[in-house]
């Protein structure tokens, strides 16, 4: 587990200042008062002042409630949200570091489910708009690799972003079988560059064949797989047999084949992020307590929601962390499933 030593915590004066620093740019963006270039600048100081030295020794983000939080899932563009809500999005949530998940570009073709799921289904920016993106904004922002699988250039448009420093396959949202020959070859880039994959598993519409998908963990022992959405979510529970139904509540009987893919296999691991994330956590808080414990080196946060505010009234991220504190008391766990997780994971 890694350890971190010299933490800069800010003082509450400071603090304070900070996020009426935050306020004042948000308001004038809000009145088109200075322009968008101005808007990031302004927040990429900032950002950058929340990650200030070197990246193991962060300073606490004042909004986060005292701890390191770490997103590994959010989206640009995110059905046509602005740079600047995003921006204050993330600061609202209390987040210090975050990792974008571009889409693939935009075709037509059954992997696309013929263009209906370009841009991830949500109008999301892809690879060069979170390279530059995360570029702007130094330290406080990542990003990630993605092209449609089935394409024939997928292998080197990914491999051109993972040369620039991208730090994640992701999100592999198409629907393709999880097994696939092409899937494999992506599987494969991952090894080699020692990035993770994060997957969207949505029955009969991407990712396809999750029963299948041990054979993939087996095969490919040195790729770090990253587990996400529906279908993942839903096959927590040993019982789940209807698998149309995506957001399944009540009960949950431990032993499904996502609790043993994570139990069993050293190189898959889950992530906490979306809808289908939280009511996996809210639909039976008894099993979701053992459950965050039992795999609390596995498991990893991410938002991947698409609100404007960041606040917990209408932020499913922030109910996740919200949740999160709520069924793990335990200061240490919640380090692993905020912070250590997706540092040692992800390599960043």
């Keep these: 587990m890694l350890q971190f030593r010299g933490l800069k915590v800010v003082r509450r004066g400071q603090q304070t200042r900070r996020m009426r620093d935050v306020q004042q740019v948000t308001a004038k963006s809000e009145n088109r008062s200075v322009s968008r270039r101005e808007f990031l600048r302004t927040t990429a100081i900032m950002a950058a002042g929340v990650t200030a030295g070197c990246s193991s020794t962060p300073t606490l983000n004042p909004a986060s409630g005292g701890e390191l939080i770490l997103d590994i899932h959010q989206h640009l563009d995110y059905h046509h949200r602005t740079d600047e809500q995003f921006v204050t999005h993330q600061w609202n949530m209390g987040v210090n570091r975050t990792i974008l998940l571009p889409a693939g570009r935009p075709v037509d073709r059954p992997s ?3 263009g209906v799921s370009n841009g991830l289904e949500a109008t999301c920016g892809g690879n060069e708009r979170c390279f530059q993106f995360a570029r702007e904004h130094g330290k406080a922002y990542l990003f990630g690799a993605n092209e449609v699988p089935d394409l024939p250039d997928a292998i080197s448009e990914i491999e051109r972003y993972l040369k620039r420093g991208a730090v994640v396959i992701a999100e592999q949202k198409f629907h393709v079988e999880c097994d696939s020959a092409e899937m494999q070859r992506i599987y494969s880039l991952a090894a ?3 990035v993770p994959v994060l997957m969207h598993w949505q029955f009969e519409r991407f990712n396809t064949s999750f029963e299948q998908f041990y054979k993939m963990l087996e095969k490919f022992p040195r790729t770090r797989f990253v587990g996400h959405a529906q279908t993942w979510w839903a096959n927590i529970n040993k019982d789940y047999s209807n698998w149309k139904d995506l957001y399944p509540k009540g009960k949950v009987t431990p032993g499904g084949i996502t609790d043993r893919y994570l139990s069993d296999y050293p190189n898959m691991f889950g992530d906490l992020s979306a809808g289908s994330g939280l009511n996996a956590l809210r639909r039976d808080e008894d099993h979701a307590r053992d459950f965050l414990h039992r795999h609390q ?15 917990p009234d209408k932020c499913q991220g922030a109910q996740t962390i919200a949740m999160i504190r709520k069924l793990v008391p335990e200061s240490s766990v919640r380090r692993k499933l905020f912070w250590d997780n997706a540092k040692r994971v992800f390599r960043v």
């Design 112 to 114: 696309t489910n013929n």
């Design 192 to 194: 080699h560059y020692n």
């Design 297 to 311: 080196n596995k498991l990893i946060y991410g938002s991947d929601c698409d609100d404007l505010t960041g606040l």
